[in-house]
């Protein structure tokens, strides 16, 4: 199953990086979104199926923990999951992150490996990104 994934950063560098790593890892995704602070992406959310949000923590407008507050909030955004893509390092932080709903942390710099392992695991997919039940339908036309 392919998961659209929304990138939330103030820098659009790390937006291409985060994106280029989920492709090299291999994490299986449809659409890619991208926001450059919470605002643009609860506008992201409320026009378009995310399945997943990747968030850096320190944005102006309005950082990643005032947007997973917002998400929390609201009854169709408040399942999606929210992991938190950041160089802040400070346990507090963390752990502050994870009681307000963060569904994961990941911390900058990171490599493909880890970044598929973590998503896999927050969404439910094997740690090899394969399902039990794929290699039943390989070949059928749909």
Do not use: Q
């Not at 399945?51 to 923990?65: K, R, T, Y």
């Amino acid at each position: 199953m392919a998961f659209n994934v929304l990138i939330v950063d103030d820098s659009s560098t790390m937006r291409a990086v985060i994106k280029r790593t989920i492709n090299i890892s291999g994490f299986k995704v449809g659409e890619f979104w991208e926001a450059s602070d919470g605002i643009e992406a609860l506008k992201i959310l409320n026009e378009n199926w995310v399945d997943l949000v990747l968030s850096d923590i320190n944005m102006p407008n309005m950082n990643g923990m005032e947007l997973i507050s917002k998400m929390k909030a609201d009854s169709m955004m408040k399942s999606i999951p929210v992991v938190m893509v950041t160089t802040e390092s400070s346990e507090k932080r963390i752990k502050e992150c994870m009681e307000i709903g963060a569904a994961g942390y990941i911390k900058k710099p990171f490599l493909p490996e880890d970044i598929k392992t973590a998503l896999n695991k927050i969404m439910g997919e094997p740690e090899d990104g394969h399902s039990d039940n794929e290699e039943e339908f390989e070949g059928l036309d749909f």
